[in-house]
């Protein structure tokens, strides 16, 4: 089985590079359907600071997913640069759609094995079962996301689900 980032060959991967909150995160490309504009977001009442609300995506209802709120900081402020990655996301076998905001897109990357490293065993900002790896690019390392946990949408829908009988509670 191929590891999340290696491709079955053992091969370089390549990995959309973004930034949240100043820092570089990247996702397996394979995961990406599209990058659209911030655009209009319709909110949705009850959810947890991370669920900005949802999108209108040619018909489709998209939930949109704060990453900065995500990872447990405060929600992210919209620039110019802001914009929506829209990733497939599995539970119990079905596809689904998610509107990641990030701040702003960088580029598509290549990386080879032996530039990843695993994630460090304690410390930093992003929940460490969220990483995949450490991808090294020169003199600096990008996050690379384990989007199967890091945008998991049954740990999300409970979490909304809690935020919801806290309100009304």
Request: one cysteine or more; hydrophobic letters at 45%; aromatic letters at 6%.
């Amino acid at each position: 089985m191929s590891t999340p980032t290696t491709d079955a060959t053992g091969t370089a991967q390549q990995f959309l590079s973004f930034t949240v909150d100043g820092e570089a995160f990247a996702i397996d490309i394979r995961t990406v359907r599209e990058i659209i504009q911030h655009g209009t977001v319709t909110p949705v009442p009850l959810m947890p600071d991370f669920v900005r609300g949802v999108i209108n995506l040619r018909g489709a209802v998209v939930p949109v997913i704060d990453l900065q709120a995500r990872f447990g900081r405060p929600p992210a402020t919209i620039s110019k640069k802001t914009c929506f990655v829209i990733v497939d996301s599995v539970r119990d076998g079905e596809r689904a759609e998610l509107g990641l905001m990030v701040d702003a897109v960088s580029e598509v990357i290549s990386l080879e094995p032996s530039q990843i490293e695993p994630p460090p065993q304690f410390g930093g900002a992003t929940r460490r079962d969220f990483i995949a790896g450490m991808g090294k690019r020169g003199e600096r390392f990008v996050v690379l996301l384990a989007p199967e946990r890091a945008f998991d949408i049954g740990e999300m829908a409970a979490l909304c689900e809690a935020s919801q009988m806290a309100l009304a509670a």
